[in-house]
């Protein structure tokens, strides 16, 4: 079996009972692998949600894996970017290594590229991974490995395990072509993307099961969450299979264009007609256009008073209407794909100042964690040559 980016720990807009919900898809996950009696089960990374998991994240791991081992399940996992450290500290993953007793768990590629072999109760397989590879070399760098991880010819099956983004998944931010990855392995397992996508290179599956629950509003968009159970041989993929995750909190995106007050409110009473229909009470995003100032305050109060016990939480923005000569336009010349260090440089006129602003995005990205602001914050300092009082 399949999984990845599990982000145990994460807790969507501070909500309790989103923590809870990813602790219940994940062991959902974990009874799959039983039930269906899997040989192996593989992580592709983002097992923790932060690299300083809530006491929760750690004992529910511990809870759900543990099962696997009473039935002789090997876990073999790689670290993603949300699992490594910025700085020389544990990676949190590594713990669950450590609990030998209760659990066989294993992170390969944790100090660079590296293959195993895995005993399990249906014969061996090789498994090789490496951690995420972050950062603007990365490209070299995974070339670089991929000579490493070239496979040595086996008549056993073999597994390669990545925590990258293909330019085929067509994000515009990309580490690597499917074409780069090293041949001849029968199986690729890929992490990173949260969303289920599957390619071949030659008769084996690269396969992203995706995220194991909605994180983002944006991943709302693919409702269904899903494992993967692959069979695999020698050289070749027999055959995949993905199963829905059925304890996946609903989460609706919705839109809805003020015109006035009473065509408002019947918009509200279909939705409230809908949420009414789900077992398990959706979180609900909600994009409210062309409100008028006025009438903002009253639209909130409606909200408040409909949706009560109807969803779980829901989140509202007005999309303002926005006077084009606000907006600064870049001349982004076409190229295969955005070109962000670039572009800062043409906005900001400064090599030095868009190499910070760079480095700030990459380290600060969509999200701040207390280590990765830590980070940023000591590289102003030093940009503008303050002492750590400054
Ligand atoms: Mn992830």
């Known amino acids: ?197 599957t390619f071949m290179l030659g008769d084996s599956a690269v396969v992203y099961p995706g995220s194991i629950e909605i994180f983002r509003r944006d991943e709302a968009k693919q409702p269904k969450r899903y494992v993967v159970l692959a069979e695999i041989k020698a050289k070749k993929t027999v055959n995949i299979e993905k199963i829905e995750l059925q304890n996946v909190r609903p989460q609706l995106l919705k839109e809805i264009t003020y015109t006035d007050n009473k065509t408002f409110e019947s918009s509200i009473s279909r939705l409230k007609l809908e949420l009414s229909k789900y ?12 409100v008028p100032s006025t009438a903002k305050k009253r639209a909130r109060m409606l909200l408040d008073r409909s949706l009560q016990g109807l969803c779980l939480a829901y989140r509202v923005e007005f999309e303002e209407v926005i006077e084009e000569s606000t907006f600064t336009t870049l001349n982004i010349r076409k190229t295969r794909h955005i070109d962000v260090a670039e572009m800062l440089r043409e906005a900001l006129k400064d090599r030095e100042l868009a190499d910070l602003a760079y480095k700030l995005i990459e380290i600060l990205g969509s999200e701040t ?7 940023a914050l000591r590289l102003v300092k030093n940009f503008y040559g303050l002492d750590e009082s400054g």
């Not at 964690?369 to 980070?375: H, I, S």
Request: without cysteine; charged residues 30%.
């Open 279 to 290: 077992k398990k009470r959706p979180l609900l995003h909600i994009i409210l256009k062309r």
């Open 1 to 197: 079996m399949h999984i990845s980016d599990t982000h145990l720990g994460n807790r969507q807009y501070g909500i309790a009972e989103r923590e809870q919900d990813v602790y219940t898809v994940f062991d959902e996950a974990m009874d799959i692998a039983l039930k269906e009696h899997v040989d192996l089960v593989i992580h592709t990374g983002d097992v923790f949600d932060s690299t300083r998991p809530p006491a929760q994240a750690f004992k529910q791991a511990i809870l759900s894996l543990r099962k696997l081992k009473e039935k002789n399940i090997p876990v073999v996992a790689i670290l993603g970017d949300h699992d490594t450290p910025r700085r020389r500290m544990l990676p949190p993953p590594v713990l669950l290594e450590e609990l030998k007793e209760a659990l066989n768990f294993k992170v390969v590629g944790l100090k660079g590229p590296e293959k195993v072999q895995i005993r399990t109760k249906n014969g061996e397989v090789l498994v090789a991974g490496v951690a995420a590879q972050r950062g603007p070399a990365r490209r070299q760098r995974l070339l670089d490995i991929f000579k490493k991880l070239a496979p040595v010819p086996s008549d056993k099956p073999t597994i390669l395990m990545l925590h990258q983004t293909l330019h085929e998944v067509g994000t515009p931010d990309f580490d690597i072509e499917l074409g780069e990855l090293p041949r001849g392995y029968s199986y690729y397992a890929m992490g990173h993307i949260h969303l289920f996508k």
């Open 369 to 375: 964690r207390q280590d990765f602001y830590d980070e």
